[in-house]
Nanobody, 123 residues
């Protein structure tokens, strides 16, 4: 059974930056598309970004486009989410997820999930 472990969350001031990491094990990393999702208290889970198996294609939600960048390192079995110009509304638990082959914006399409990492944006 595959496993994903996120790290890099924390508390940051508005306008600041964080870089999340998600390291995979137990499955063939290169066969899977990787996505990031987030969930704020009292809100539904929101898709944030996805990167294709080979890293050539990326996709972003409208709320983060131009501020967040997703990338992956095949040699380290790790996907990253660089978050710049953070806003209080970015506060949430961030999850990475994996699904075979193609990106999807739907959480139910992913079958491997990490445990999440908290990102808090506040003065």
């Amino acid at each position: 059974q595959g496993q994903l472990v996120e790290s890099g969350g924390g508390l940051v001031q508005p306008g600041g930056s964080l870089k999340l990491s998600c390291t995979a094990s137990g499955f063939t990393f290169g066969v899977y598309a990787l996505g990031w999702f987030r969930q704020a208290p009292g809100k539904e889970r929101e898709w944030v970004s996805c990167i294709s198996r080979n890293g050539d294609n990326t996709d972003y939600g409208d709320s983060v486009k131009g501020r967040f960048t997703i990338s992956r390192d095949t040699y380290k079995n790790t996907v990253y989410l660089q978050m710049n110009n953070l806003k209080p509304e970015d506060t949430a638990v961030y999850y990475c997820a994996a699904r075979r082959f193609l990106c999807s914006r739907a959480g139910q399409d992913y079958n491997i999930w990490g445990q999440g990492t908290q990102v808090s944006v506040s003065d």
